[in-house]
Nanobody, 124 residues
Framework: QVQLVESGGGLVQAGGSLRLSCAAS????????MGWFRQAPGKEREFVAA????????YYTDSVKGRFTISRDNAKNTVYLQMNSLKPEDTAVYYC?????????????????WGQGTQVTVSS
């Protein structure tokens, strides 16, 4: 059983930065690739960023390219999402998730394990 716990959300003004963390249980990074999704009020959950299964590549949705960076610390079993130049439209609950090999990185159904989410609110 994989457990994921997000932290680091909060309220920030437009143009500001936040770093989200996702602590994973056990040797999650050995067996799974990690990704970040978000869900704004009244909208569907959407892909934000992810690692390839090998960990050598990263993927981002167009709206966050150049502003967000996904990274990880294997020794700490933690994956991060550094968010810079935040915009009000980035306001959402952010989730980290883990998927098995062979699944598409941007599809929700690819991810078997999810954290509880952390709220990010960007004020204008």
């Amino acid at each position: 059983q994989v457990q994921l716990v997000e932290s680091g959300g909060g309220l920030v003004q437009a143009g500001g930065s936040l770093r989200l963390s996702c602590a994973a249980s056990g040797r999650t990074f050995v067996s799974y690739a990690m990704g970040w999704f978000r869900q704004a009020p009244g909208k569907e959950r959407e892909f934000v960023a992810a690692f390839s299964w090998s960990g050598g590549n990263t993927y981002y949705t167009d709206s966050v390219k150049g502003r967000f960076t996904i990274s990880r610390d294997n020794a700490k079993n933690t994956v991060y999402l550094q968010m810079n130049s935040l915009k009000p439209e980035d306001t959402a609950v952010y989730y980290c998730a883990a998927r098995s090999k062979g699944n598409v990185h941007y599809e929700l159904r690819s991810y078997a394990y999810w954290g509880q989410g952390t709220q990010v609110t960007v004020s204008s």
